[in-house]
């Protein structure tokens, strides 16, 4: 390789992205440093659905907590599309689901910000879109690319999708845009739901200059949302009416606190990438702003007139930092290659002094943004369900309690990993907050778990007596019960009755 190869080949987008992956990455593993299993609850459900699915072979199975009913319905239907390959996934691989936990939301943000450069690329800011991309916070309200959850994995196909919408006309490219928007749905349908409304700025600022590749991509994207009707039509009845009627804020997440969360320095580029193109104009660069605009007002519609669904709030703020990210890419490619598109149209060579200049102040803005995320994405709080006590004992109840015993009681806020680990069933658990069921549960272990009454009418067999108390004090409470059994640690089963 020659000296001119070698610089070229030193200065490609190629060695610009492998910083830019491998931060990616750390960011992914920041919350698992310290702690090895999953983070948030809804990362347990969804080990619980595959394990679920996984045990009854098809699309149709129990509950996994209470044991009840059937998993089948719509809204477990519409996950369907992440819990079947997760599950084939850790089988396949052998892989422990904490393993998985650890690495797959890593190797998922990755992906997300290879899709974000590939989309990113042809409209000349791939490596800067996709360094922004890395820096998107997870909260335990808004979610994120750190936890394992559908709409880390629909934030990896909406670029990829907008790409093909962007750049391909032939059949194949309509084909795979309407396969990969009928995955989005069975896979996370808030995710789909929210790339349509990204979709259509592009699909109406080309309707004019291109009718008939908009009208495609209208039709082929549409075509998944039908042929789902005659299962969803019920539920999306529902969702409509309450379109007009006001929804209370969530009180754990407020959408200026989120926007702040991205990043003064992240935001400030993305209004100067708002400016750069829309100086710079064309089909690509209008339908790229009014994408995010198109987002912003359903957000600021539901933040100011509470009217919208809480779901598309909360998970539209993930999608709204990402197009951000993109946008903010082209104000940090301004600033790197000073491309002031005023003076680009007078066609003026620029002296090298300027091009150095541009590289140096793009590397302090850099510096200055790593120096404020990472210490900010570090800060974020998040909340452990369980401990290695917990994790070790689930173990030990998965190995060796049969599972003809009937189901367990434990402090409920644990409840939810518990049937991750052990597959086994549970008297009640909490997934936002503690009701009445879920405050006898915590009465009766402080008790001494005395009530064999109340074991034998709900079904109970399995007790575990370890809680976690108001304030993170865990607490090993004693059983005063003739007819539980000591069999491990904390954990009693209730005596077989002799006939």
């Known amino acids: 390789m020659n000296s001119p190869d070698g610089w070229k080949f030193a200065r490609s987008d190629y060695v610009k992205m492998v910083p830019i992956l491998a931060l990616a990455l750390l960011m992914a593993l920041f919350p698992h440093f310290e702690y090895p299993y999953a983070i948030h609850i809804d990362e347990w459900v969804h080990i619980a659905h595959s394990n679920a699915l996984l045990k009854a072979a098809e699309i149709y199975y129990p509950d996994p907590f209470s044991g ?37 939301p890593g190797i998922t943000l990755v992906f997300t910000v290879l899709s974000v450069y590939v989309f990113a690329k042809r409209m000349g800011f791939g490596w800067e879109a996709a360094f922004f991309t890395t820096l998107i916070p997870t909260t335990v309200g808004i979610m994120g690319p750190v936890f394992l959850v559908p709409v880390a994995m629909g934030l990896a196909f909406v670029p990829l999708l907008l790409f093909l919408v962007s750049n391909f006309k032939t059949v194949g490219a309509y084909l795979s845009l309407s396969v990969s928007a009928a995955f989005l749905i069975i896979m996370h349908a808030p995710s789909a739901i929210l790339f349509v409304v990204i979709l259509v700025p592009f699909i109406l600022v080309g309707w004019k200059g291109d009718f008939k590749h908009s009208l495609l991509t209208m039709v082929v994207v549409a075509i998944p949302f039908l042929v789902t009707l005659p299962w969803t039509s019920g539920l999306i009845l529902s969702e409509a009416k309450n379109l007009f009627n006001p929804t209370p804020l969530p009180s754990f997440h407020d959408f200026l606190a989120v926007i702040s969360a991205n990043g003064y320095l992240t935001i400030s580029s993305c209004l100067v990438g708002t400016f750069v193109l829309s100086i710079k104009g064309g089909r690509g660069n209008y339908s790229l702003i009014s994408g995010f605009l198109a987002l912003l007002v359903m957000l600021a519609v539901f933040y100011t007139l509470h009217y919208g669904l809480a779901m598309l709030y909360l998970r539209g703020m993930l999608f709204m930092m990402m197009m951000m990210s993109i946008i903010a890419g082209a104000g940090l490619a301004l600033l790197v290659r000073l491309d002031i598109p005023l003076l680009t149209g007078l066609k003026l060579r620029r002296p090298g002094i300027v091009r150095a200049s541009g590289i140096f102040l793009g590397l302090i803005f850099i510096g200055a943004t790593l120096a404020v995320a990472i210490p900010d994405r570090q800060a974020i709080p998040y909340y452990y369900m369980i401990d290695s006590v917990d994790y070790d004992s689930f173990i030990w109840v998965r190995e060796n309690v049969d599972e003809a015993n009937g189901k367990a009681i434990l402090d409920p806020w644990k409840a939810t990993a518990f049937t991750a680990i052990t597959e086994r069933n549970v008297s009640t658990r909490i997934h936002m907050a503690a009701f009445a069921e879920q405050l006898a549960a915590y009465d009766f272990i402080r008790d001494g778990s005395s009530n064999t009454t109340f074991l034998k009418e709900n079904g109970i067999s399995i007790v575990y007596t370890r809680v976690t108390e108001v304030g993170g004090e865990t607490v090993e409470y004693s059983v005063d019960n003739p007819a539980l059994v000591e069999v491990a640690k904390n954990i009693y089963l209730l005596k077989e009755e002799k006939d």
Do not use: C, D, K, R
Request: net charge negative.
């Open 68 to 104: 009840q009913g059937s998993g089948g319905s719509v809204v477990s239907l519409l996950e369907l599309g992440y819990h079947l390959p997760l599950a084939i996934f850790q089988q396949l691989g052998g892989i422990s689901w904490m393993e998985i936990t650890n690495y797959f």
